[in-house]
């Protein structure tokens, strides 16, 4: 394992719920993308709790460099069907320097329920939509969300939505449940800057395994990749991510055993070929953000090193069910985004050790 890259520069984000009494400062789920002009817009969620009805999407803009944030306000309470609904979204820059929020979230019809708590009562997650919205002023604001109506019901839509050379859009999710059978993992595609989406091919037959947190990149070869983390819900076990890989631009897909004992991830393919994978590891020992730089050849996937970013002290996952875990979950959701300076950026969210959950961003000379 080789040592970290030099840190730069440290920033942690903590908005304010004000809409809550008191006040409670709360950021998880942050998600990141660079403008042509180099600044960078930033959505995370915000709210009383982990896992609360009352939390917001929030939107921040920083500096080129990463080093200087600013918060833009919140997108305000959004209903769905008569309730509550807690949505969480990531930023895409379009073309013409539109910035899409792509998304899932809950309608909270038992808001004094946590998810969780709500998932061991009914033996699923409260009613799961997808949405999208749109900003036109560099990620400052956001028009209402617009509820999209896709077949499996909601999807988790964790990811941002990624442009194919064409101009089409691609996003990728789960048909989001915690049945032990049926996971599937599908790839749906936008004519139409994110309106409207159709079904395009499954990436993943899973069973009783999981295609959770996707991240895809178009890969320099021109290939596609989706990285997933993969849970068998029959035996509640942790597996090492999976990595899928399409040849024919998300038609046909054939799936790879990174070995990386990972649960959420990421994707950074490098100028020489070889592919990042970020994944935040919450199982065993020294539990972090680890990148580790793979070879890519052809359906191979040979490790080249790995590095730890981000030691995270007592940040192994809860023990118990699924359910359990999520709410405990400590830390989780990074990516690297490459800045303008040629640094990077590592984002992530955390959960410190008074309690307070947290945007944390890391500014790396490399990788």
């Not at 792509?102 to 309608?107: C, I």
């Not at 993943?204 to 895809?216: D, K, M, N, Q």
């Not at 995270?312 to 990074?334: C, E, M």
Request: hydrophobic share 35%.
């Amino acid at each position: 394992m080789s040592h970290s890259p030099a840190l730069l520069h440290e920033t942690i984000l903590a908005p304010a719920a004000h809409w809550c009494a008191p006040a409670v400062e709360c950021g998880i789920f942050p998600g990141l993308c660079a403008r042509p002009d180099g600044t960078l817009a930033l959505l995370a969620v915000c709210g009383s709790d982990f896992e609360s009805a009352d939390q917001r999407v929030v939107a921040y803009q920083g500096s080129p460099d990463g080093t200087q944030w600013t918060p833009c306000g919140d997108w305000g309470e959004i209903r769905s069907r008569g309730h509550l609904f807690n949505a969480a979204a990531k930023p895409t820059l379009l073309p013409d320097g539109t910035i899409l929020a792509l998304g899932y979230g809950y309608e909270r019809d038992q808001p004094d329920l946590s998810i969780s708590e709500y998932t061991e009562k009914h033996g699923r997650f409260p009613t799961v939509r997808n949405f999208v919205a749109y900003s036109h002023d560099g990620g400052q604001t956001y028009t209402p969300p617009e509820f999209l109506d896709l077949p499996h019901g909601g999807i988790e839509f964790s990811g941002p939505a990624v442009a194919a050379p064409d101009g089409r859009l691609l996003a990728f999710g789960p048909p989001f449940s915690v049945a032990a059978d049926g996971q599937q993992g599908i790839c749906y595609e936008s004519a139409d800057q994110g309106r409207t989406w159709r079904e395009k091919s499954v990436f993943h037959h899973g069973g009783s395994i999981t295609a959770w947190e996707t991240r895809a990149a178009f890969l320099p070869d021109g290939r596609l990749a989706v990285v997933f983390w993969a849970f068998d819900l029959h035996a509640q076990k942790h597996l090492t991510n999976r990595l899928a890989l399409s040849d024919d631009g998300g038609e046909s897909w054939t799936i790879l055993d990174t070995a990386l004992p990972g649960q959420a991830a990421n994707l950074l393919p490098n100028p020489d070929g070889s592919l990042g994978i970020l994944y935040a590891k919450r199982e065993g020992d020294a539990p972090g953000v680890y990148l580790a730089t793979c070879d890519l050849r052809g359906n191979t996937l040979a490790l080249r090193d790995t590095v730890q970013l981000y030691d995270v002290q007592d940040g192994a996952n809860a023990l118990g069910r699924i359910t359990t875990q999520f709410y405990n979950l400590k830390f989780g959701q990074p990516s690297l985004t490459r800045l303008a300076d040629g640094a990077s950026i590592l984002l992530f969210w955390r959960k410190s050790p008074d309690g307070r959950y947290e945007i944390v961003l890391r500014k790396f000379a490399r990788p």
